[in-house]
């Protein structure tokens, strides 16, 4: 049996203890053995018509402890940490599963005049019901202690996630996008609330069942309307917070955008962008960016949005949750579509050649000796294609992938490049300059992707009024899957069908 409530009756000359029994529900009264001090209690009216006090310990719940008049039964303890407990319940009104804080040291008081415990509920219930965003059920409060029930999400946190990735190569690209969208998502909600975040970090983005984010711990959130409320100049953990917040100066929603760009870094890399003591993140912060992120796969344009968001000058990241949000489903739609590219088979739009210049089947000592004119053959092929594409409707072709689809990358062009993408770049670029006319370029995107450990090239050729030569007789134009060279005598007609 728990003992739930200690009076004193007037009509008796002492303590009287009602106790429920956890298998049947009934009270029962008995004369007190023992004092406990170390309850506190809140009011409710027994069907005696006794005033109830329903504990709630100032210590650790067990599990079968029941809270709010028996509404909520405690499991168990999962996760203790200084200023709350947290304990998964069962809300017994509802028939689920709910998480409990047990915030039992409620004194500290906000310039807005509420205890922490009641900020964070308050501004749980001013954020509403939104997807990524945890959702309160019930709070109330009992002298120094204060408790609110909110959903129970299974799913663990995403500092979890990370650390289990690491066993398995680390997390997918298309999850990390995934995960940073809903992220963002939330703290768009956040801002247009005018509230912000202030403790964006991978152990608060829980996750449900379904592997969706929820955004947890509002404790240290604050107005954006009364910015001076929260001083978070002194705090100990530092590692998302951005440095404005660090430095005691003022901040905007951009302060949450560093955090997110902390927490994205640490989904590639598996650890944060820096770690030390305070004083050494503080430094190395200073010093430089983090270093940089080796994940073979990352598309440069993430790359990119990570390292803006983790810029020391809130002026140099992205303006708002929003504008990150519209980046990523832009990555995502470029990978979409190299995606379905990949998936088509070679038409007069689309060609795949396995490298600018570099022969990928094993070569005779005979051909060995005549690489160069094996690597002008490689590098004509694809000028061919180019200029096909530029004189008919404009086409696509892929560089550093085989016509079985097979990704080669065009790393196997490095050796000859200067050994780095931006060399393999500069080198398609010179070959068009010096073979093309001058204009040619203007009418060619080059995009270069990490794709499944590698980098292809993806060429987008758009359809050119004039005819474009390689050198000063070769015109080619596109037949069905192939690039035919034209006679003089096909290009003069070509030219009188191509003007009208």
């Known amino acids: ?18 106790l429920r029994c956890r298998r049947c529900q009934w009270l029962w009264r008995s004369f007190p053995r023992l004092h406990q001090p170390q309850l506190s209690y809140a009011m409710r009216q027994s069907r005696w018509g006794l005033t109830i006090m329903e504990i709630q310990p100032s210590g650790e719940l067990q599990p079968g402890d029941l809270l709010r008049a028996g509404r909520y039964e405690i499991k168990q303890l999962r996760r203790s940490a200084p200023d709350k407990d947290i304990y998964l319940a069962q ?3 509802l028939a689920c599963p ?34 990524n965003i945890a959702k309160a059920h019930d709070y109330w409060e009992d002298g120094k202690t204060a ?68 955004l947890v711990d509002f404790d240290t959130a604050v107005s954006l309307d009364e910015p001076g409320m929260s001083d978070l100049s002194q705090r100990p953990v530092i590692v998302y917070t951005a440095p404005e917040l ?80 519209r980046r990523l489903d832009g990555i995502r739609a470029t990978r ?18 396995s490298s600018l210049r570099t022969p990928i089947r094993t070569l005779t000592k005979e051909e060995k000796s005549h690489i160069s004119s094996l690597q002008r053959d490689l590098e004509h092929a ?49 070959l068009v300059s010096e073979h093309l ?15 499944r450990g590698r980098t292809i090239a993806i060429v987008k050729c758009s359809k050119r009024e004039e005819p474009t030569l390689i050198g000063d007789d070769e015109l080619f134009v596109r037949r069905t899957a192939s690039s035919a060279k034209l006679s003089m005598r096909e290009a003069l007609a070509w030219w009188r069908e191509r003007r009208g």
């Open 437 to 451: 006319d001058k204009g040619a370029l203007n009418f060619i995107d080059l995009r270069l992707e990490p794709w």
């Open 1 to 18: 049996m728990l003992a739930i409530s200690l009076e004193q009756r007037a009509h008796r000359k002492a303590s009287v203890r009602v």
């Open 382 to 430: 694809v000028l061919k294609t180019v200029t096909a594409f530029l004189n008919s409707y404009g086409g696509i072709l892929v560089i550093g992938v085989a016509d079985d689809h097979s990704v080669i990358g065009i790393e196997v062009d490095y050796p000859t490049t200067m050994g780095s993408s931006d060399g393999w770049r500069l080198k398609f670029d010179k």
């Open 147 to 214: 408790v609110m029930a909110t959903r129970y999400l299974s799913g663990g946190t995403l500092r979890d996630l990370i650390s289990q990735s690491q066993e398995t190569g680390g997390l997918p690209v298309e999850r990390i996008m995934q995960l940073s969208t809903e992220i963002a998502r939330g703290l768009e909600h956040i801002h247009g609330r005018r509230i912000l975040y202030n403790d964006l970090q991978p152990c608060n983005v829980l996750l449900d069942e379904w592997g969706a984010v929820h």
């Open 246 to 325: 660090t430095d005691g100066g003022s901040a905007d929603e951009r302060a949450d955008l560093y955090s997110l760009g902390a927490t994205m870094y640490e989904m590639v890399s598996g650890h944060p962008p820096f770690a030390g003591t305070r004083e050494q993140i503080l430094a190395a912060r200073r010093t430089g960016p983090p270093p940089a992120l080796e994940q073979d796969d990352l598309p440069e344009a993430l790359r990119d949005l990570i390292f803006s968001m983790l810029a020391q000058d809130l002026e140099q990241r992205p303006a708002s949750a929003a504008e990150v949000i």
């Open 98 to 131: 709910v998480a409990i804080d047990v915030f039992s040291n409620n004194n500290s008081i906000l310039p807005n005049g509420l205890t922490v415990s009641a900020w964070e509920a308050c501004v749980l219930g001013q954020l509403g019901d939104h997807p």
């Open 336 to 353: 979409a579509e190299v995606e379905q590219i990949l998936a088509g088979d070679e038409t007069a739009t689309l060609e795949f050649k």
């Open 91 to 93: 809300d017994r009104v």
